[in-house]
């Protein structure tokens, strides 16, 4: 039932130099999943574990539970070293007519830019979701 809320956000560092890693996952609603299989459940822990190394990706997802009338809802932070880039914020409810999606406290004084692609802010899942991470210099 709620396997039908789902998102997957794709990070891409587009640095020269440098990782990008995943701090404090919430998932508020619903868990993270991995490889694909929403049966596979992996803790934020583990969330807040992945790296991405400078021109490379890494996939974050999440989505209900399943049986359960709840979709997902969550928040991971982006940093460099112990510089925060910024907040993603998803919600995608069951039951819902529209989905959210925020890329928040976006540290552009740091020379940060963060863009999103285009993700479906209708019912149903929220979709993949390119999330490109570029430093100025």
């Known amino acids: 039932m709620a396997y039908a809320q789902w998102v997957i956000i794709h990070i891409i560092n587009s640095f020269r130099s440098g990782t990008i890693s995943i701090k404090h996952a919430q998932a508020l609603w619903g868990k993270f999943y991995k490889d694909g299989n929403k049966d596979a459940e992996i803790s934020s822990a583990e969330v807040s574990q992945i790296t991405i190394p400078a021109n490379g990706t890494a996939d974050v997802a999440a989505c209900g539970r399943s049986d359960a009338s709840s979709g997902t ?5 982006l940093y460099e070293d112990d510089t925060k880039i910024c907040t993603i914020y998803w919600d995608c409810p069951w039951g819902s007519k529209s989905n959210h999606f925020e890329i928040r406290d976006r540290n552009s004084a740091a020379g940060y830019m963060v863009s999103n692609s285009p993700y479906n802010a209708d019912s149903g899942a929220l979709g993949k979701i390119d ?7």
Do not use: L, P, Q, W
């Not at 809802?73 to 932070?77: A, K, L, R, S, W």
């Not at 999330?131 to 210099?137: D, H, L, M, N």
């Open 73 to 77: 809802e969550g928040t991971i932070d």
């Open 131 to 137: 999330v490109e991470v570029a430093r100025k210099g």
